[in-house]
Structure formats: structure tokens, C-alpha cells
């Protein structure tokens, strides 16, 4: 390979904004195969003459770590936002040499026994907070990743390592590819009958892209997909039952089956993170888990569990007689509870989520969250479009100014379904993180820059993207994120914005800021018609607080579902006995549903959560999450929400303790920083209407 090319290489630049519009799959193995031969080179020189300080250890470890995660950092970001069957060749070729140097950096002696030689000494009692978080973190994560192991052991478990990061790239391509694989063409106004116009023309649009250049919203062909913006309202809305059952069907079945069925990479990720954990010492891969989080043990996160489901259960299963007495019906079937749940909606609070959708229009929702991130933490967001390369035409940028009018921060913001290139769901990545940096002598600080990630509903026929209330919470979830990341403090990369807090504190700032979607003043600022510009007619605003808690006990009761089914999974599942991991689930399902799986119901297969994200054992950190963000916003609700000096202060001590401290601090600390006490559940349970039943 000639010099050329490897200079050139825009994955290699290792610093700033990546270049997007120059980045492609070719760049990816040689990018990686040359980073990770510096780094390897850099890693050996670092371990021959480590000194346990911070300048000595600390910092030319976060060089290479920094380094490291630029480059592989833009490789998974795009395999999330625009995969390919080249990208993928090129990400699963080079991922076990990352995985090779990960395990190589993590299971460093020279570097861990450095890092205790410096928690012993006298320099402990001069860093900061923030450092000594860093330093701790780094001796329990070394302990995690097997630094004490040796010879066969050690080998054994990188090879675990190894394999269960590629079931998990795998697991995550054949939800992907199973997704994508399933379209129903519907030709008959019959076929379509009930489902509203924004559906029809996404159908219409998406029929023309397979192929039927002259489809249209009024005279078809429409083309239904298992995307979540064509599923969840085909499962409303549609009369049709038995076409209902059928998308219903082939939903509940994804990658289970054929080449892409992930039933033995479920029971292989299983069986290897068990291996893992004896390994390391520990009974089993739950133990694992909570070692790195804010929970002290399976017994406590199982006990916040069975308070919640005790509750949400009655209630669940009165929602579930009230909606067979309204469908008239006592044969509900699984495909029959959304659309008969979004009629009595309807009834009860005489709205449909569809006649919402003109008054949220992106830039106007955009215009409400701004408004509101200025109104309870003084910060000033502008469009910066332009000013960075973006890898698709709709990805928008932006700037976050202080009350100064100084920068502090940056990010993307990709909003729209992409089926074919991007995976489904909403989330928030960081691309530069906060650190104070040395440049030719002069110290500055280096500004965050967070990646925004939504699906919703994207611009069809010449109209905005008219979002749905539940797209327009979740961008305010994900807002949330990026705040904590682009609003820290900290200095020292390993502690800034997201990086160092607990994984069941993570959520606190994305749940709260949901809250603000049914503030009265937050919700009239955004809520404007994209046609007239007229504001939500104020009775919709009662009707959407009182729709708030509609089967509150039953949306509580599946999110519990998933937790103890995850915990049981991983804490006393045997992977060996006659037991399926299906199996565990239908057990499970006794105490935490109202109505059975079926008996093809393979949720597993797709629950990417546990199986290819960062929830394994964790999969609970959402509800443990929602008793700190209820509480958190409580405190608002008690300064006042119509004081809005006492919104600003009470934004103000939020802004300087949850989103400025970062990971500097244990996050019970944070919490009672801002709060003044420890989190209770009273909050949550009010908000989500079922204190009465408590």
C-alpha cells in the first residue's frame, strides 16, 4: 500500500469534527489496521515507563484512548446510522483486532498496578473529586476485564470477549435485515380502510422506493413495513384484523427463524457471559453488571421491581377488562389491544394521536425544546448548519452559547426513519467529549459535540415531518442525554458529561426532561399548526394531561416484564438445563403480563436491548432511573411551575449538579445535591396515576 493513501485517510485525523462527507467503507481496515499498530506501539512504550501520577499514567492513557475512540468511534456510529453490506464487511474485518487491543489496554499490569500504586500513595488526597472517580473506575474495570488472569484463563476469557462481540454485531444485523425483510403490499381501499393520511402517504412513499413509480397516498399501492413509523400506526389504526394479525405476526416472529434466527446466539450470549462471570470470580453476569452501577445488589433492584409490578399489575389488569368491555369482545387477541386501546382513547378523551400531528412540526417542536433548554438552564441553542460535514442531506447541527453568548457546546441532530441504512429506536452518542487540552503551550477547553439519533416520521410530500406527541417526548429524552453530556463541567475526559456515571443513573436526565411535553407552557410553545401557525386549541392540552396515565399500569407493567425477565436471564438462568431462555420468559410472563405471549411470540429475538446494546442485567436501569427523574422534577413542581423564578433557580442547582458534575461524583451524591435528600417513589407513582392503587 503506497504512503499516500494512509496519510489521506480521513479516519486517521484522530481529532475534531469528523470529516463525514469524505469518510468511506474503503478507509475503515486500513485506518483501523495503522491506528492500531501506533496504539499498540504507544500502549508498550506507556507501560515500560509508567510513573503511578496523573501526568505519568492518567493523561498518555487518555491520549490513547482518546485516539483510539475518534477513529472506531465514527466506524460504530456509522454502521448505526448508514449500514451497508460493505460497511459491515468492512466493521466485522477489523473488529477482532479492536477487541484484541481492548483486551490488551484493559488487561495491562504495568498500567492497573499503576493506577493502585497512585490510589496508595500521597498524591491521593491532592486530585480532585473527578480524578479520583477516574482512577477508581479504571482499578474496578481492570478487575472487570480480567487483569488479574493468567495464561489459559486469560486466553479463554479474551476469547469469550471476542465471540460475544460478534454475536452481538450479528444479533443486531439480523434484526436489521429481518426488519427490512418483511413488506405487505396492500391495493384495495378495503386494505387500507382506517388508516390515517400521514400513513398513507408514508406507505405510498415507501411503495414508490420499492419500485411502483406512480404509487399515491389516495389511489396506492401502499407498502406497510415492521419499521416503527408504519408499524405502530398500521396496529392502531387499521379495521382490518386480519391484516392487523398478520404485520402482528410477522412483528412478534422477527429473526427467529431461518438464517437469520437468533434463538442459539441468544443461548450462546448466555452461556459465555456466564462463563465470564465464574471466571471473574462472580456467581453470575447480574453480579457483573451491578458491580459498574449505582444499584448495591440483584436483591435491591428486584425489590424496587415487586413494588412497582404490585401496583401496575392490578391496574393492568383492570385496563384490560375496561378494554374488553368497550371492544364489546371478550376474544381480544394480542393485534386487537392497540387499535382498541387507541378507539377508547379516542372515546374517553376525544382526540386521536393523528389529529395532534399538524400542530408538532419538527422546526416548531425544535423552536419549543430551545426555548425551554434558555428558559430552566440559561443556555442558547442556534442552527450551525453548515459548519460540519454531516453523512446524510438531513442531519441537522447546531451550537449551545452560555448566558454570555460564549460557545459551549455542539450537536447533530439525525431525526428520520432511514428502514434500509439505519437501525430503529432513538439514542444519544457522544462525538467529542470535554476535556481541558494542551495546544502549543496554551491550555484551552475542548467543547463537547453529542450525536442526536431519532426515527420519527420523516417529511412526506412536500410537509414538514408532522411528529406524533410520543416522537415529540422522545426527542426530549434524547435532548436530555445530550445535555448531560454538552452541559458538564468536568474537565478530565474520563469523567465529562455522560462518561463515569453509573449506567442506572444514565436515564435520570433523559426521563426528566419528558416531563416538560405535558408543561403547559413548554407544550404552547411548540404546539403550532404547521399550515395556520395557530396554537393547540387549550382544551387538547387537558385532554393530553388526562390521556397521560391512560394504561399507565399496563406500559409500567411490560417495562417490568423486560426487567426481571433480563434479570432472571442473567442472574439464574442455567444456560445447560432443559430450560429455553423462551421458556424463562412464558414463566416470567405469569407474574408480569395480563395476556400470555403466543405461543410463536420470539421477543427475545429482537429484544437487541440486552443481546446487542449495553442493557444486559441492566435492562431495569429504566425504571430505577424514572424514580430519580420523577423525583428530580417534583422539585420543580414544588418551587412552581408557573414561577418562573423559582423554574430558573430550580433549573439553575439541576444544571450545576446533575448535567455539570458528570461522572466526577457517586450519582447518589448528585441526586441529593440537587434534591437535598435521597430519590423516594412517591413521584413516579403520583406522575404515572397509580398512587390509589398504592
Known amino acids: 500500500m503506497s504512503n499516500t493513501t494512509v496519510t489521506n485517510n480521513p479516519l486517521l485525523i484522530g481529532q475534531g469534527l469528523p470529516p463525514f462527507d ?13 491506528l492500531l499498530q501506533e496504539l499498540e506501539a504507544k500502549l508498550s512504550d506507556l507501560e515500560a515507563k509508567v510513573q503511578p501520577t496523573w501526568e505519568g499514567l492518567v493523561e498518555p492513557l487518555t491520549e490513547i484512548e482518546e485516539k483510539f475512540s475518534w477513529s472506531w468511534g465514527i466506524v460504530g456510529h456509522l454502521m448505526g446510522v448508514k449500514n451497508s453490506p460493505e460497511l459491515r464487511n468492512a466493521y466485522e474485518t477489523v473488529q477482532p483486532q479492536v477487541i484484541h487491543f481492548v483486551n490488551k489496554l484493559s488487561q495491562s499490569k504495568p498500567i492497573y498496578e499503576a493506577f493502585k500504586s497512585l490510589q496508595e500513595s500521597k498524591l491521593w488526597n491532592t486530585l480532585e473529586n473527578a480524578q479520583k472517580r477516574i482512577v477508581e473506575t479504571a482499578i474496578r474495570e481492570a478487575e472487570l476485564s480480567g487483569v488479574a488472569l493468567t495464561g489459559e484463563t486469560r486466553e479463554q476469557f479474551n476469547q469469550i470477549q471476542l465471540e460475544l462481540a460478534e454475536l452481538s454485531t450479528k444479533f443486531s444485523n439480523h434484526v436489521l435485515d429481518a426488519t427490512k425483510a418483511f413488506k405487505l403490499k396492500l391495493t384495495t381501499e378495503k386494505e387500507v380502510e382506517g388508516l390515517p393520511p400521514t400513513l398513507l402517504s408514508l406507505a405510498a412513499q415507501t411503495a414508490r422506493a420499492e419500485g411502483e413509480e406512480n404509487a399515491t397516498p389516495e389511489a396506492g399501492p401502499w407498502v406497510i413495513t415492521l419499521d416503527y413509523p408504519s408499524y405502530i400506526p398500521f396496529m392502531k389504526y387499521s379495521t382490518q384484523r386480519d391484516l392487523r394479525k398478520k404485520v402482528y405476526k410477522a412483528f412478534i416472529s422477527r429473526a427467529s427463524s431461518g438464517e437469520l434466527d437468533n434463538n442459539p446466539l441468544i443461548k450462546r450470549i448466555l452461556e459465555l457471559r456466564k462463563q465470564q462471570a465464574e471466571i471473574l470470580g462472580y456467581n453470575t453476569y447480574a453480579e457483573v453488571s451491578l458491580a459498574r452501577k449505582m444499584a448495591p445488589s440483584v436483591e435491591a433492584v428486584e425489590a424496587l421491581l415487586e413494588e412497582l409490578r404490585k401496583v401496575s399489575y392490578d391496574a393492568a389488569v383492570k385496563d384490560l377488562e375496561t378494554l374488553k368491555d368497550f371492544a364489546k369482545s371478550d376474544d381480544l387477541k394480542q393485534w386487537d389491544v392497540s387499535y382498541w386501546a387507541e378507539k377508547q382513547r379516542e372515546t374517553l378523551f376525544n382526540f386521536t394521536a393523528e389529529e395532534l400531528r399538524p400542530y408538532f412540526p419538527l422546526p416548531q417542536v425544535l423552536d419549543g425544546l430551545f426555548t425551554l433548554a434558555k428558559r430552566i438552564f440559561g443556555v442558547t441553542i442556534t442552527s450551525a448548519d453548515g459548519q460540519a460535514p454531516v453523512w446524510h442531506e438531513d442531519v441537522r447541527y447546531f451550537q449551545v452559547n452560555n448566558e454570555a453568548g460564549e460557545a459551549i457546546a455542539h450537536f447533530y441532530l439525525d431525526p428520520y426513519s432511514r428502514p434500509a441504512e439505519k437501525r430503529g429506536g432513538a439514542w444519544m452518542n457522544d462525538c467529542i467529549g470535554r476535556a481541558k487540552i494542551k495546544l502549543e503551550e496554551q491550555f ?8 442526536l439519533i431519532c426515527n420519527q416520521t420523516p417529511p412526506v410530500d412536500e410537509k414538514p415531518s408532522l411528529m406524533t406527541f410520543d416522537e415529540v417526548t422522545t426527542l426530549f429524552h434524547e435532548f436530555g442525554h445530550g445535555l448531560q453530556h454538552m452541559l458538564t463541567k468536568v474537565d ?16 435520570l436526565p433523559s426521563q426528566f426532561m419528558e416531563n416538560w411535553c405535558y408543561d403547559q407552557t413548554t407544550l404552547f410553545n411548540m404546539a403550532k399548526h404547521y399550515e395556520t401557525g395557530e396554537t393547540l386549541p387549550e382544551h387538547y392540552y387537558d385532554k393530553l394531561v388526562s390521556a397521560r396515565n391512560y394504561m399507565s399500569g399496563s406500559g409500567m407493567l411490560r417495562q417490568l416484564h423486560f426487567s426481571f425477565l433480563d434479570l432472571e436471564l442473567h442472574h439464574r438462568y442455567q444456560p445447560d ?44 436501569s429504566y425504571k430505577w432511573a424514572e424514580v430519580l427523574s420523577a423525583d ?32 466526577s461524583l457517586d450519582p447518589m451524591e448528585v441526586f441529593k445535591a440537587f434534591r437535598g435528600r435521597e430519590p423516594q417513589t412517591e413521584p413516579l407513582l403520583r406522575h404515572s396515576g397509580l398512587l390509589q392503587t398504592a
Request: charged letters at 25%.
Open 444 to 451: 484551552m477547553t475542548r467543547l463537547p459535540v453529542a450525536y
Open 632 to 663: 428530580a422534577f417534583s422539585a420543580f413542581e414544588e418551587a412552581g411551575l408557573n414561577d418562573e423564578k423559582a423554574v430558573s433557580e430550580t433549573g439553575k442547582r439541576f444544571r450545576d449538579t446533575v448535567l455539570a458534575l458528570g461522572g
Open 577 to 620: 438445563s432443559k430450560e429455553t431462555p423462551a421458556d424463562v420468559r412464558n414463566r416470567i410472563a405469569e407474574k408480569t403480563t395480563v395476556m400470555k405471549p403466543l405461543p410463536e411470540d420470539s421477543f427475545l429475538c429482537s429484544f437487541g436491548h440486552i443481546f446487542a446494546g449495553g442493557y444486559a442485567a441492566g435492562y431495569y
Open 22 to 34: 469524505k469518510i468511506t467503507h474503503d478507509h475503515v481496515i486500513p485506518a483501523m489496521t495503522e
Open 492 to 507: 478530565y475526559p474520563g469523567a465529562a458529561g455522560i462518561n463515569n456515571v453509573e449506567w442506572d443513573a444514565v436515564e
